[in-house]
Nanobody, 123 residues
């Protein structure tokens, strides 16, 4: 069992930056691939970024490539999402998720989800 808790969301102006964190419980964190998804009001949940357990594979959605960076610290059981050059269209609830496999863009392949953290980007 893995429990995930996101933090770091908030209100930021367009062009600003935020860093989201996702703290995981359990001693097997390093064996899970980790992903970030987001869901805006009235829209479906969409893939943002993912990182494999060994950091050997990293994937980004085209909409965030070059602006967002995913990283992980297995010693701290934490995965991060550094978001820069934020745009109003990045406004959403952001969720981290853990998966034993690495099919980064498919939410149904993730086994555990956090409760989400809200990000609002004002224009």
């Amino acid at each position: 069992q893995v429990q995930l808790v996101e933090s770091g969301g908030g209100l930021v102006q367009a062009g600003g930056s935020l860093r989201l964190s996702c703290a995981a419980s359990g001693r097997t964190f390093s064996s899970y691939a980790m992903g970030w998804f987001r869901q805006a009001p009235g829209k479906e949940r969409e893939f943002v970024a993912a990182i494999s357990w060994s950091e050997g594979n990293i994937s980004y959605a085209d909409s965030v490539k070059g602006r967002f960076t995913i990283s992980r610290d297995n010693a701290k059981n934490t995965v991060y999402l550094q978001m820069s050059s934020l745009k109003p269209e990045d406004t959403a609830d952001y969720y981290c998720a853990a998966s034993k496999s690495y099919y980064p863009t498919h939410p149904h392949t993730y086994d555990y989800w956090g409760q989400g953290t809200q990000v609002t980007v004002s224009s």
